[in-house]
C-alpha cells in the first residue's frame, strides 16, 4: 500500500556524508502508527474496547506465534511477522550496497513471473544489461509497474493482478537477482558457516512469503546428466579463464567462481485473503472462515528491491572476511592486489 513516505532519517554515525565507524541509526517514520496507537499501547490499557484477534489466517504466523509465545491473542503476532519490517532491512541494506558499488560490485533484479504471466525469455536483452552491470537491470525493470522486462509478459501480469483482486485472492512470483562484479574466491568451503550459497540462500528465505530459492539453472541441472551442466572452463590468453555458460549461478564449491551471480526467488501468494478460507476460532474451536487483514493482492514486485538490499550485507561480509581493512581506500587498494594476483597466475602459466 503506498501511504508511506519510504524516506528514512540518519540519526548517527555518520559526519560530512561518510560513515565514521560508530552505529549508523536509520529511523524511517511510519504514517499509519497513529491509527494503531490503541490497538498497540505500550503500557496503559486503552478505555475503548480493543478487538481481540483469535481467527488465524492459513499460511500466515498466526497459529503457530500464539501458540509458541502463549499470547491470547493474535494481533502481536501478526504486527511482528508483518512484512513492513522489511523496510528497515532495505534501509540497512542500502549502506552496504554503496559499500560495494564503490568497489565495483552491483546488485539488480527484475521479476520473470507472476501468476500464471511468465517471461517466454529475455536472455538477450538481459545479457547486454548485465555487460553494463547489475544495476542496468534493476534501472530497466524499475520501468514497469510490476518490475518485469518483457512487455507482454508484463501486460500480463497487470491483467491476472487485476483479475485476483476482482476475486479477492492475491499472487505470488518469481524474482531473479544478480550480482556483477564479484571476484573469484569470496566465500569458504572449509566450513559450514561460510558457504556463499549458504549465506544468499538464507538471507533470501528470510524475506517474508519466499518459499523457495536456487543459484543459478539449478532445478533444471538436477534433471540433465553432469555432462550438460557444468561450466567448462576455456583459457584465453587475453582473458584468463572464460566460460561460455553459468548453470551454476556464479557459486561452485560454495564460492564465487568470478562470474555473474544468480538467485531466483519463489514468493508465495500472500496469506491475507480478502476471499475467506476454513479456519477455526480459537476461544471457541468451532469452524469458521478466517478473517482478513491489510493486503495486498501482489508484493512480488516489491519484493525484489527487498531481495536486492538484504544479499548485499552478505557479499561486503565475505568481501571484508577475505580482504580485510578498516576503511575504503585501504579495501579497495587490496581488492584490486586480489584481483591482480588472480590475472596473474594465468600470466605465469603461459
Given at each position: 500500500m503506498k501511504i508511506e513516505t519510504d524516506k528514512a532519517e540518519v540519526l548517527s554515525g555518520i559526519r560530512f556524508g561518510k560513515t565514521i565507524g560508530s552505529p549508523v541509526t536509520l529511523v524511517i517514520n511510519n504514517r499509519d502508527w497513529k491509527n494503531w496507537t490503541a490497538a498497540m499501547a505500550q503500557f496503559e490499557t486503552p478505555n475503548e474496547e480493543i478487538d481481540k484477534i483469535t481467527i488465524p489466517r492459513p499460511g500466515h504466523a498466526d497459529l503457530s506465534g500464539r501458540i509458541k509465545y502463549g499470547f491470547d491473542d493474535i494481533r502481536p503476532v501478526i504486527e511482528r511477522s508483518s512484512a513492513r519490517e522489511t523496510a528497515a532491512r532495505v534501509a540497512a541494506g542500502t549502506l552496504s550496497r554503496m559499500f560495494l558499488k564503490e568497489l565495483g560490485i552491483e546488485i539488480g533484479s527484475y521479476i520473470s513471473a507472476i501468476g500464471s504471466a511468465i517471461e517466454p525469455s529475455v536472455n538477450l536483452q538481459l545479457a547486454q544489461l548485465l555487460e553494463k552491470g547489475a544495476e542496468a537491470v534493476a534501472q530497466k525493470a524499475d520501468l514497469s509497474a510490476v518490475r518485469m522486462i518483457d512487455k507482454?509478459?508484463?501486460?500480463?501480469?497487470?491483467?491476472?493482478?487485476?483479475?485476483?483482486?476482482?476475486?479477492?485472492?492475491?499472487?505470488?512470483?518469481?524474482?531473479?537477482?544478480?550480482?556483477?562484479?564479484?571476484?573469484?574466491?569470496?566465500?569458504?568451503?572449509?566450513?559450514?558457516?561460510?558457504?556463499?550459497?549458504?549465506?544468499?540462500?538464507?538471507?533470501?528465505?528470510?524475506?517474508?512469503?519466499?518459499?523457495?530459492?536456487?543459484?543459478?539453472?539449478?532445478?533444471?541441472?538436477a534433471q540433465k546428466p553432469g555432462s550438460q551442466v557444468h561450466d567448462e572452463f576455456h583459457l584465453s590468453v587475453q582473458d584468463g579463464v572464460q566460460r561460455k555458460t553459468n548453470k551454476s549461478g556464479g557459486i561452485?564449491?560454495?564460492?564465487?567462481?568470478?562470474?555473474?551471480?544468480?538467485?531466483?526467488?519463489?514468493?508465495?501468494?500472500i496469506s491475507s485473503l480478502v476471499t475467506p478460507l476454513h479456519s477455526f476460532d480459537l476461544e471457541t474451536l468451532q469452524p469458521t472462515l478466517s478473517r482478513f487483514e491489510r493486503s495486498d493482492t501482489c508484493a512480488v514486485p516489491a519484493a525484489g528491491v527487498v531481495a536486492e538490499a538484504v544479499v548485499a550485507p552478505v557479499i561486503a561480509n565475505a568481501l571484508i572476511e577475505k580482504l580485510g581493512g578498516d576503511y575504503l581506500e585501504e579495501i579497495k587498494e587490496r581488492l584490486e592486489r586480489y584481483r591482480e594476483n588472480i590475472r596473474n597466475i594465468f600470466r605465469e602459466s603461459r
Open positions: 507482454k509478459t508484463e501486460a500480463e501480469a497487470l491483467l491476472a493482478i487485476d483479475a485476483a483482486k476482482n476475486q479477492g485472492d492475491t499472487l505470488g512470483g518469481i524474482i531473479e537477482i544478480f550480482i556483477t562484479g564479484v571476484p573469484l574466491g569470496f566465500g569458504s568451503y572449509v566450513q559450514h558457516d561460510r558457504r556463499l550459497d549458504a549465506a544468499l540462500a538464507t538471507a533470501i528465505i528470510s524475506i517474508q512469503a519466499i518459499k523457495g530459492v536456487e543459484i543459478g539453472t539449478a532445478f533444471e541441472n561452485e564449491g560454495s564460492m564465487s567462481s568470478g562470474q555473474i551471480i544468480h538467485l531466483r526467488a519463489a514468493m508465495k501468494p
